[in-house]
Nanobody, 123 residues
């Protein structure tokens, strides 16, 4: 199991950008599907994006498609989430997560989690 530390959150105006980072410790980062999730107050944790380790394919929720980009650097054991054209409804705590399952998308299928980083988008 990898240990994850995510960072990069902050306060930004609508239309702005942020880049989240998630650094992993452990020797098996390259064989983990990495994902980003978010949770707004009073709402369930929702899938945002994933990067499958076996073929590098990426997947996004409809709400962020075209605005967010997930990427990874296996040499740095780091996964990123570039967030552009941010909207107030993107406000949430963002979590990175890792799974040994290639096509993991549901939170329950991810066994490693970062501590979360707050993103606040003001209108």
């Amino acid at each position: 199991q990898v240990q994850l530390v995510d960072s990069g959150g902050g306060v930004v105006q609508a239309g702005g950008s942020l880049r989240l980072s998630c650094v992993a410790s452990g020797h098996t980062f390259s064989v983990y599907t990495m994902g980003w999730f978010r949770q707004a107050p009073g709402k369930e944790r929702e899938f945002v994006a994933a990067d499958d380790w076996n073929d590098g394919n990426t997947y996004y929720s409809d709400s962020v498609k075209g605005r967010f980009t997930i990427s990874r650097d296996n040499t740095k054991k780091t996964v990123y989430l570039q967030m552009n054209s941010l909207k107030p409804e993107d406000t949430a705590v963002y979590y990175c997560a890792g799974s040994r399952l290639i096509t993991a998308r549901a939170p329950s299928l991810f066994e490693s989690w970062g501590q979360g980083t707050q993103v606040t988008v003001s209108s």
